[in-house]
């Protein structure tokens, strides 16, 4: 099976630019989330979508960050305007209906930097 | 204070060792938890998830108490490929089912 996927593994942009961010999640997932990591910090939840709605984005920073995920299957998080705080490293993770499990499964992660 | 903490180490483990490590939370609302493994520049790996009975998964054991509000994270006959960072995580009642928060995370070094 299939594990989350995530693309670019890695991305260099100067601040001000836009930046997308892809996820896949493990076929058949309903749950997906994107979490971030801030070098020093721990991972950070940023959202969390069950099919194509959101069901909670209170991680989110600013309006700066938008996901979506239409049609329920992969999501994408766009960052517009990139600012210097915005390096980190994204990940994207996916778990199955959570009345049977709340295991998340998290993909390799997007290395965003900003320069 | 942090909500999920956890002693950064290192633990340098001799091989064939055993290892243990807690991860304290402050939020007694919390009612699920998880152990991670992170190995450098990877994403997170579920390891176990820990239950309030306790649990064990071969040469790892995950205990819960509530009532000092901490998990702890055993490892038997550690092997060289168990050197990483262990991450801590908890889901709260309050929150989300799926919000995970997460510790910063305890390295492991098993050393030959």
């Known amino acids: 099976e299939a594990g989350v996927t995530q693309f670019p593994s890695h991305s260099v942009i100067e601040k001000g630019q836009t930046v997308t961010l892809r996820c896949d999640p493990i076929s058949g997932h309903d749950n997906l989330y994107w979490y971030r990591r801030v070098m020093g910090k721990e991972i950070k939840f940023l959202l969390h979508?069950?099919?194509?709605?959101?069901?909670?984005e209170s991680g989110m920073p600013n309006n700066r960050f938008l996901a979506e995920r239409t049609g329920g299957t992969y999501s994408t998080l766009k960052v517009q305007p990139a600012e210097l705080e915005d390096s980190g490293v994204y990940f994207c993770?996916?778990?199955?209906?959570?009345?049977?499990?709340?295991?998340?499964?998290f993909g390799p992660g997007t290395r965003l930097t900003v320069t | 204070r942090k909500e999920v903490e956890q002693d950064p180490g290192p633990f340098n483990v001799p091989e064939g060792a055993t290892v243990a490590f807690n991860c304290t939370y402050s939020n007694s609302a919390s009612q699920s938890f998880f152990w991670y493994r992170q190995d450098c520049r990877k994403e997170p790996k579920l390891l176990m998830s820990?239950?309030?009975s306790g649990n064990e998964d071969g040469r790892f054991t995950a205990q819960l108490n509530r009532a000092s509000q901490y998990i702890s994270l055993l490892i038997r006959d550690s092997k060289l490929s168990d050197s990483a960072t262990y991450l801590c995580a908890l889901i709260r009642s309050t929150d989300s089912w799926g919000k995970l928060q997460f510790g910063a995370g305890t390295q492991v070094v098993v050393t030959p």
């Open positions: 820990v239950y309030s």
């Open positions: 993770a996916s778990s199955q209906d959570h009345r049977g499990s709340y295991e998340q499964y």
């Open positions: 979508f069950v099919k194509e709605s959101k069901q909670d």
